[in-house]
Every structure is written in structure tokens, then in C-alpha cells.
């Protein structure tokens, strides 16, 4: 069990707070939020500047559909990491449920650009052109390039 592993790491070192992050991972794909969210709390007190604890914190209130809130923990781990197109696509799809939809198309561009190869990212740039009414530059998107 993963869960146990990263505790164990915790266990023989509290601020190794890169095994609390990957616990944290580990809860929210459990659907674990409230563990999740002591677990990345935890790894920020020692390195408030883990960009991938912010981007945890995020993931959570995400589904948790408190957007306002995600959006400023994704901001945070942007602030830190800019140049994470995985980021960026998250970015995007919270400002999307915040129906700021000329910001998440341009943060879903960039994310496609920084990586072409983001399958998310080029999902959902695909559905907000076809949304606009680009149908055939989404398909462009839906389809990674051999």
C-alpha cells in the first residue's frame, strides 16, 4: 500500500514533505479529501513553496467545486512552477466552471503549446474550440500526431 509507504517516510522524517505531497495524491485519488488536505497542509508548514502541495490543495477544492478557492491554490503553484502546462490545464478548467472562458481557452492554447503531448489539456482546448464553434480545429486537437 502506497499510504503506508509515504507515512513511513513521514514517520522517519516530518520534513521530507515530499512523501507527505505524494500521500496527499494518494488520498484525493481515494476520493480521502479531508486526509488529503491535512497532508498537503502539512508539506507547505515545512516548504511553503512546494508548488505541487498548492497544485494538491487545488486539485481538492476542485472537486470539492469550490472554485474560487481552487483557483487561488492553482495560482499559488503556478506562481511557483509557471512553465507547467499540467498547471496551466487546471488553471483552465477552474476558470472555466468560474465561466471565464476567454482566460481558460487562452491558458488551454498555452498548455498545448508548452505540451503537445497533454492529453487533458489538449481534450479540453478541443472542447472549448468546438464550443466556439472551431469544430475543425478541435479535431486537430482530439488527435495526437504519430
Not at 514533505?17 to 481515494?30: K, M, P, Q
Not at 511553503?48 to 472554485?67: C, D, S
Request: net charge positive.
Amino acid at each position: 500500500n502506497a499510504l503506508l509507504c509515504f507515512n513511513r517516510a513521514w514517520q522517519i522524517d516530518p520534513t521530507f514533505s515530499y512523501a507527505t505531497v505524494l500521500a496527499g495524491h494518494e488520498h484525493v485519488a481515494n476520493d480521502d479529501l479531508d486526509n488529503a488536505l491535512k497532508s498537503f497542509r502539512s508539506a507547505l508548514k515545512w516548504h511553503p513553496r512546494m508548488y505541487n502541495a498548492w497544485f494538491g490543495l487545488g486539485q481538492v477544492y476542485f472537486k470539492q467545486e469550490r472554485f474560487s478557492v481552487a483557483l487561488s491554490h492553482f495560482l499559488k503553484a503556478r506562481e511557483v512552477h509557471p512553465h507547467s502546462s499540467v498547471i496551466a490545464c487546471h488553471l483552465a478548467m477552474t476558470y472555466l466552471e468560474l465561466q471565464h472562458n476567454k482566460v481558460a481557452s487562452d491558458l488551454l492554447q498555452e498548455s498545448v503549446v508548452a505540451d503537445p503531448a497533454n492529453p487533458l489539456a489538449r481534450l479540453k482546448y478541443a472542447i472549448a474550440l468546438a464550443r466556439r464553434g472551431e469544430r475543425p480545429a478541435a479535431l486537430r486537437f482530439v488527435f495526437i500526431p504519430c
